[in-house]
Structures are given as C-alpha cells and as structure tokens.
C-alpha cells in the first residue's frame, strides 16, 4: 500500500484558505487518495476522495497532480471549527486505510 | 455521509472483565466493517476487518482471542474485549462501508480499565 507524506502541523487565519498538501509518491494506478478529519475525542470524519481529477463538494476541494505523486486538501475559507487533524491516505488494496499522522491544523482568529 | 454510531460511548470497568462495544450502520448497509484502536497523541491502527457472516481477519499483533468480533448482519458489528486489562484502555472506533466504497466512521468509545 502507497504510503503518505504530510507536514505535521499548519497554521492558518479564520476566513482564508487552508492549503493541506500530500506526497503519495509510490501510488499505483488504481488506488485511491482519500482524506478525513478528526477533531479531538471524535470519530474520523470523511472529507472527500479522488483518483485522477480534481473534485469538489461542499466541504473542500481536492487537487491531484497530473503524475498522482501529491495531491492538495483546500479548505477554500477556514472556520475556528475546521481545526483538527486531517488525514491524507492511500486507501489500501483490500479497502482498508491506514491511518499515518496526519497534519495538524490550527485555524486561528 | 453515512452515519454510524457506536455504543456505549465510554466505559469504564475492573480488570478481567468482559466488555462490548457495538457499531450499527444507522442508513446504509456494510459488507465490511473495521476496527481500530488509538492511544493518545497517537495514529488510528486498524485491528481488524470483518465481512458479514465470515470470520474477522487480525492485523498483526492483534490478539484474536482477546478481541472477539461479531458481524452478523450488514448494519451490525460487535468487539468483545475480553479479560480487559488497564493497557487495554484506548479510544476504540469502528467504519463501515459498502464493499470497497468510502469507508464511514463512528464516534468512538473511550474505553477504561480499571
């Protein structure tokens, strides 16, 4: 399964965007890049996921380079709410994720 | 997105007890359901992965008779921690999904052994 790379920690100002990026260098073809979130004492909350093309819903936007080595989480205008720890995985090829360390986000007023 | 929930949300009980901790699918149906465990300031390490009406397969270093878990329907998975112990003490979260969908995750159940 294709492991993740990701900062440990990012700040960012209440009411900009929040930039998360993710080096998945060793992705194959047919795998997955999915992100959740977890806020503190919470279940992981699932974000969004894609496999070669941008998407977007309601909660954030998912850039994919064209080489699928790394891939962008944007939180197009960061609330208080929003910091938490978010995830960055591979999802592996039986379905399961394996959970790396995540970045820590701190959206601050 | 999906929900499911988990139940109880904590516990706390004495050494060599039994405890279990049910994971319910509320709107959707899950083929395979997951099991993880987290310490504190620590990653989520997946323990297991059930498919309904078969056998649960362990990770590595999970104790299979310690952790019992039960998938007898597509909305239902149960872990059993058996003979808790204080180092069993963890935040214990389930998923669920349909086949090799997105998987959804519950709340947790902060588990406390006395």
């Known amino acids: 399964d294709a492991k993740t790379t990701q900062p440990p920690s990012m700040d960012c100002a209440e009411g900009r965007a929040a930039n998360l990026p993710c080096n998945h260098s060793t992705i194959s073809g047919n795998e997955y890049v999915y992100w959740y979130r977890q806020i503190h004492s919470q279940g992981p909350q699932y974000i969004i996921h894609?496999?070669?093309n941008n998407e977007t819903n309601e909660m954030a936007s998912l850039i994919i380079t064209e080489d699928r080595k790394s891939s962008t989480l944007i939180l197009p205008h960061a609330t208080l709410r929003d910091t938490a720890v978010y995830y960055c995985?591979?999802?592996?090829?039986?379905?399961?994720?394996?959970f790396g360390k995540g970045t820590k986000l701190s959206v601050k007023p | 997105g999906a929900v499911v929930s988990q139940h109880p949300s904590r516990v706390i009980c004495k050494s060599g007890t039994s405890v279990k901790i049910e994971c319910r699918s509320l709107d959707f149906q899950a083929t395979t359901m997951f099991w993880y465990r987290q310490f504190p300031k620590q990653s989520l390490m997946l323990m297991a992965t059930s498919n309904e009406g078969s056998k649960a397969t362990y990770e590595q270093g999970v104790e299979k008779d310690k952790f019992l878990i039960n998938h007898a329907s597509l909305t239902l998975s149960t872990l059993t921690v058996t003979s808790a112990h204080p180092e069993d003490s963890s935040f214990y979260i389930c998923s669920g999904a349909w086949g090799t969908d997105t998987q959804y995750f519950g709340p947790g159940t902060r588990l406390t052994v006395l």
């Open positions: 995985i591979v999802r592996g090829s039986q379905g399961n994720l394996i």
């Open positions: 894609g496999l070669k």
